[in-house]
């Protein structure tokens, strides 16, 4: 492997703006060897690059380059779109040893419009989306000095996410991190030149940011971890008749 990842080929993105012009199953399957070396073989070896560097300051987010890049096959079963293929290619990193993929995780994105960097909650089930309120509301302090630090602000922007129009039930309105608590999602994330895609400074750029956000999502992991460290009760099967 190559000291540093060089780039994408340029023909990773002829092929993604090809595809926003084509998407459909015709052009797309006579391409497919196209997208597997151009797109999909180089996205690999990049990963393999950060998760390298990763081992340095994130190791429970590093996972397999195959399990870490979303397909590019659209579910169009409740979208009124109904375009096959996705327009770019995308990774995740989730903190291995968590039950049913809960908490927080890195994630990228290449395009031709852009590439984006980020992490954090997205999608949380009910449970998690409490724990995450409950963990905020407790150490809130600790949160708002991760949010506002200068270099997450600069490398990454400002802490955003969907938010309900007032404190969730269970949470008082005088409560001092009441504007955190109205949070329904939890990100940071920010939107890159695309020509950066192409570059051999993409992996420092993704690995920098990479590891300043990595303290937020520690944080918002920590009620997983501990809830995953417990002990489970075992209960004698008599108990159970």
């Known amino acids: 492997m190559p000291a540093r990842f060089p780039g994408f080929p340029p023909d990773t993105m002829t092929f993604f703006r090809g595809l926003v012009r084509n998407n459909r199953r015709e ?20 990963i393999r690059h950060l998760t390298g560097a990763m081992m340095g300051f994130a190791p429970d987010y590093v996972v397999d380059p195959e399990k870490a890049i979303f397909r590019i096959y659209r579910d169009t079963r409740f979208s ?19 039950v049913n993929h809960a908490g927080a995780g890195f994630y990228f994105s290449i395009s031709a419009k852009e590439v984006a960097a980020g992490g954090g909650i997205y999608m949380p089930a009910a449970d998690e989306l409490l724990a995450v309120r409950n963990h905020v509301a407790h150490n809130h302090r600790e949160f708002r000095r991760l949010i506002a630090n200068r270099t997450v602000r600069r490398l990454l922007g400002d802490f955003q996410g969907e938010q309900l129009s007032r404190v969730p039930k269970g949470f008082s309105a005088e409560h001092p991190a009441a504007d955190l608590l109205r949070y329904k999602q939890f990100l940071l994330y920010i939107e890159l030149d695309p020509a950066m895609a192409t570059s051999p400074q993409l992996e420092s750029e993704l690995v920098k940011r990479f590891r300043a956000m990595t303290p937020f999502l520690d944080f918002l992991n920590a009620p997983f971890v501990s809830a995953s460290k417990k002990p489970r009760i075992s209960i004698p099967m008599e108990e159970l008749l």
């Open 80 to 98: 009124k779109d109904k375009t096959p293929y996705k327009t770019n290619i995308a990774a995740s990193f989730r903190r291995r040893g968590l």
């Open 27 to 46: 052009w797309f399957q006579p391409r497919k060897h196209v997208y597997e070396e151009m797109v999909k073989r180089p996205m690999v070896e990049l």
